[in-house]
Nanobody, 124 residues
């Protein structure tokens, strides 16, 4: 079971990055799939999530209006398009999957499959 996140890098403030997450050995079907991030010295926090079966996509307040989560059903991949990046967006970004119900989708403890993370660094 593996989730592979990629697409991180160094970008200037105001720039954009698109993260990708590919799954192997685990299906997204009937699961919630989310993006979380962890900055040095801080707890891992929710960024965005969706249910593979459909419905709304959920965003943290800091992500709303700047980040867009999408998916490719055929490739079993999810993406996180990040625009207008800020230095405070600097973190390791993780994709995760789990059987979270809608009320749990922002809770990292509801996800039991995690990728290795990809570093995003935004310079000022």
């Amino acid at each position: 079971v593996q989730l592979q996140a990629s697409g991180g890098g160094l970008v200037q403030a105001g720039g954009s990055l698109k993260l990708s997450c590919a799954a192997s050995g685990v299906t997204f079907r009937n699961r919630a799939v989310g993006w979380f991030r962890q900055a040095p010295g801080k707890e891992r926090e929710f960024v965005a999530a969706l249910r593979w079966s459909g419905g709304s996509t959920y965003y943290s307040d800091s992500a709303k209006g700047r980040f867009t989560m999408s998916r490719d059903n055929a490739k079993t991949m999810v993406y996180l398009q990040m625009n207008s990046l800020k230095p405070e967006d600097t973190a390791v970004y993780y994709c995760a999957a789990g059987n979270a119900i809608i009320s749990q989708m922002t809770n990292r403890d509801a996800y039991n499959f995690w990728g290795q993370g990809t570093q995003v660094t935004v310079s000022s």
